[in-house]
């Protein structure tokens, strides 16, 4: 499925703070009323400061979802990606995510925990964990991913770090 990426302006805030919203809430679980409000918050205050930086997905002209990318250190953060759910499985996020790693040499992601289908995918694009909270993982491509002696790989649903015998 062909898809644009087109920059989102100001008349596009209250769908990527849903979009946004509906990406913490699909696989943050078990959140207190605090924590749901000072999320709200956030992403309210957040996305308006960051509108410049989204872009909306666009299939046959019309808006299906929405990509942050973000300058990072070392990369790009791949902040957020997210499509209605009548697009997901379609192959759109892998191709842009392959666009994104096609053009960056290093590119940074949280993933949730739960988001099993995600962890799969990033795993075969040659992302891998560096770093794991209580429900998410921070992981890292890095273009020729041995570049490093050390990488993270998920196993039993936590980071176990290993050291690499061979370089590619």
């Known amino acids: 499925m062909e ?9 596009d805030i209250n769908r990527l703070i849903e979009y946004k919203k509906r990406t913490i809430y699909e696989y943050a679980k078990d959140l207190s009323n ?30 299906v979802g929405c990509l942050l990318l ?23 996020g892998t191709k842009i995510i392959k666009n994104i790693l096609n053009n960056n040499d290093i590119v940074y992601l949280w993933v949730y925990k739960e988001n099993k289908k995600a962890i799969s995918l990033y795993k075969k694009l040659e992302f891998y964990a560096i770093e794991e909270t209580e429900s998410r993982y921070y992981m890292r491509y890095s273009k020729g991913v041995n570049s490093t002696k050390w990488k993270y790989q998920l196993v039993s649903g936590s980071c176990e770090k290993i050291l690499l015998n061979s370089w590619k």
């Open 3 to 11: 898809y644009k990426l087109l920059t989102s302006s100001n008349k």
């Open 34 to 63: 605090e924590e749901i409000d000072k999320i709200n918050k956030y992403v309210t205050s957040e996305v308006p400061k960051l509108i410049n930086d989204y872009c909306n997905i666009v299939v046959d002209n019309k808006i």
């Open 70 to 92: 973000t300058n990072k250190d070392d990369g790009k953060l791949l902040d957020e990606i997210y499509l209605e759910e009548e697009y997901r499985d379609k192959g759109i």
